[in-house]
T-cell receptor, first 112, second 114 residues
Framework: SQQGEEDPQALSIQEGENATMNCSYKTSINNLQWYRQNSGRGLVHLILIRSNEREKHSGRLRVTLDTSKKSSSLLITASRAADTASYFCATLGGTSYGKLTFGQGTILTVHP | ETGVTQSPTHLIKTRGQQVTLRCSSQSGHNTVSWYQQALGQGPQFIFQYYREEENGRGNFPPRFSGLQFPNYSSELNVNALELDDSALYLC?????????????FGPGTRLTVT
C-alpha cells in the first residue's frame, strides 16, 4: 500500500518559475527521501532529510519536513525544461530494514 | 547515473510462464531491494536482500522469489506470471548504514505479460 500522498498530481509551469510539491505520510519515519523519474526509467535520488531535521538544501532544491503534520515539501527554484519528470517522496521507517514506501508521485512539466 | 545495472531492459512473457530478472549492485553496496512499479503508480516494495538472505518482504505472494549472490548481485524470479505482473521492476542497492538507507536505483526492467 502507498504510505504517501502527493499533491498536486500534476504541475505545469514555465521555465524560470518555482515548483512546489507536497507529500503527506501516515506513520512515523526515520527519514524521508525525494526521487525523480524520467519517462518511466530508473529513479534518481535527489535528497534525504532525517526525522530530526526540518529543512535541507541541495543546489536548486529545498526540502522541508514537518513531523508533527507528517508532511514534507520539495521546492525546485528557477525551474528548467530538463526538470520535467515525475517526482516521488519515499519514507523509511517502521521496519528494521530499508523498505521505502513511495507516494504516487507528482508529474512536473516545465515549458520552455 | 548510478552504478546499478539491470537486465534485460525489456521482456515480453506469456501468462503462466516464469521470468528471471537480474541486478548488479553498486560497488561497495551489500544490500539489494526490489520494487514493482505499475503504470502511473509509485514503486511498491517486493523484498530486500542483505548478505545473501531475505531480510524483509512486502505484500507480494510467494511466487515472487529472489536470490543474492556473494558479489551482492541479485535475481528476482516470478513464477506463474499473471497479466497484473506487467510493470517496471526496479532494483536498488544500498550500503546498510543503520536506518539511513539511501538507495540507488537501476534503470529498471519493463516486463509485459500477455
Amino acid at each position: 500500500s502507498q504510505q504517501g500522498e502527493e499533491d498536486p498530481q500534476a504541475l505545469s509551469i514555465q521555465e524560470g518559475e518555482n515548483a512546489t510539491m507536497n507529500c503527506s505520510y501516515k506513520t512515523s519515519i526515520n527519514n524521508l527521501q525525494w526521487y525523480r523519474q524520467n519517462s518511466g526509467r530508473g529513479l534518481v535520488h535527489l535528497i534525504l532529510i532525517r526525522s530530526n531535521e526540518r529543512e535541507k538544501h541541495s543546489g536548486r532544491l529545498r526540502v522541508t519536513l514537518d513531523t508533527s503534520k507528517k508532511s514534507s515539501s520539495l521546492l525546485i527554484t528557477a525551474s528548467r525544461a530538463a526538470d520535467t519528470a515525475s517526482y516521488f517522496c519515499a519514507t523509511l521507517g517502521g521496519t528494521s530494514y530499508g523498505k521505502l514506501t513511495f507516494g504516487q508521485g507528482t508529474i512536473l512539466t516545465v515549458h520552455p | 547515473e548510478t552504478g546499478v545495472t539491470q537486465s534485460p531492459t525489456h521482456l515480453i512473457k506469456t501468462r503462466g510462464q516464469q521470468v528471471t530478472l537480474r541486478c548488479s549492485s553498486q560497488s561497495g553496496h551489500n544490500t539489494v531491494s526490489w520494487y514493482q512499479q505499475a503504470l502511473g503508480q509509485g514503486p511498491q516494495f517486493i523484498f530486500q536482500y542483505y548478505r545473501e538472505e531475505e531480510n524483509g518482504r512486502g505484500n507480494f505472494p510467494p511466487r515472487f522469489s529472489g536470490l543474492q549472490f556473494p558479489n551482492y548481485s541479485s535475481e528476482l524470479n516470478v513464477n506463474a506470471l499473471e497479466l497484473d505482473d506487467s510493470a517496471l521492476y526496479l532494483c536498488a542497492s544500498s550500503r546498510a548504514q543503520g536506518l539511513v538507507h539511501e538507495q540507488y536505483f537501476g534503470p529498471g526492467t519493463r516486463l509485459t505479460v500477455t
